[in-house]
């Protein structure tokens, strides 16, 4: 064989090579960014006064946040607040706007790595009119992806007023290293059936953290209501989801973001080298 002949194989060998190192980096690059989605909810108030009335909202609460959380306001790699908003979920938003029956609690659009429903951390939630440290609406959602989108809804809006209730309101966490307190839940314990037992047996029951907690607040602003929206929802992507509730609801629409291809003269210039 030729000295000129081996150099011929020789880099038809190393483009060969270098080809499938490409495409290895390649599919790494999109398994990394296969798991990003762009997430836009609005939460609304239902502004008809009956809709108070509709039902008998239980006092007994035991409201808590998770340990594992972020915040839509955070800028980091796993979630990351935009502004732009998908054309579909703005058409639906501006119309909420424009509503006299409902009332926009907030608004947030922003892009995540989407985890499996074991693994999504609690995403923050407060909007509306603030009252003290407190917001009308509180609490917290998940967004999770496996086969299927899943929305995982734990938020509450509260009613201030002229008389306190049996309420204890959790402020939200500020930093990651807090101490131990009554404020986050050991929520492995509190979704078994034995401490739903405890509870439907002892409905007035409040740990002894959360009674001093409560005596501390007694200054506080003063409680009318608290509703719930604790709700599972599986979801399908690039489509608008309405999450109902007497009292209050969201809307939300998830779409994964595509991975941008590589430009054409990109291409050009690696097959010409």
Not at 55 to 79: A, K, Q, V
Request: glycine share 4%.
């Amino acid at each position: 064989m030729s000295t000129l002949h081996r150099r011929l194989v020789y880099r038809c060998s190393f483009i060969a090579l270098l080809a499938v190192i490409m495409t290895a980096f390649s599919g790494v690059a999109m398994s990394q960014n296969d798991s990003r989605f762009h997430v836009d909810l609005v939460v609304f108030a239902n502004n008809d006064q009956s809709s108070q009335y509709e039902e008998d909202w239980p006092d007994n609460l035991h409201l808590r946040y998770p340990r594992n959380w972020l915040r839509i306001d955070n800028s980091g790699s796993t979630l990351q607040k935009v502004e732009y908003m998908d054309p579909e979920f703005e058409k639906a938003f501006n119309s909420l706007r424009l509503s006299s029956r409902y009332k926009p609690l907030m608004q947030a659009s922003w892009q995540q790595d989407l985890r499996s429903r074991k693994q999504a951390p609690a995403i923050l939630i407060q909007g509306g009119k603030q009252y003290g440290s407190h917001y009308q609406l509180e609490g917290y959602i998940r967004v999770a992806v496996e086969r299927y989108l899943h929305l995982d809804t734990n938020l509450w809006m509260t009613s201030f007023g002229s008389t306190a209730g049996n309420y204890y309101l959790p402020r939200q966490p500020l930093s990651f290293n807090e101490p131990e307190e009554a404020v986050f839940v050991d929520e492995s314990f509190e979704s078994s059936p034995e401490y739903a037992e405890f509870l439907k047996q002892n409905p007035s029951y409040l740990p002894a953290d959360d009674q001093a907690q409560t005596a501390a607040q007694s200054n506080a602003e003063p409680i009318d209501q608290i509703v719930v929206m604790k709700q599972q929802r599986r979801m399908r992507s690039d489509e608008l989801h309405f999450i109902d509730h007497p009292r209050f609801g969201a809307i939300i629409k998830v779409t994964k973001i595509q991975a941008a291809p590589a430009s054409s003269e990109t291409s050009l210039n690696d097959s010409a080298q």
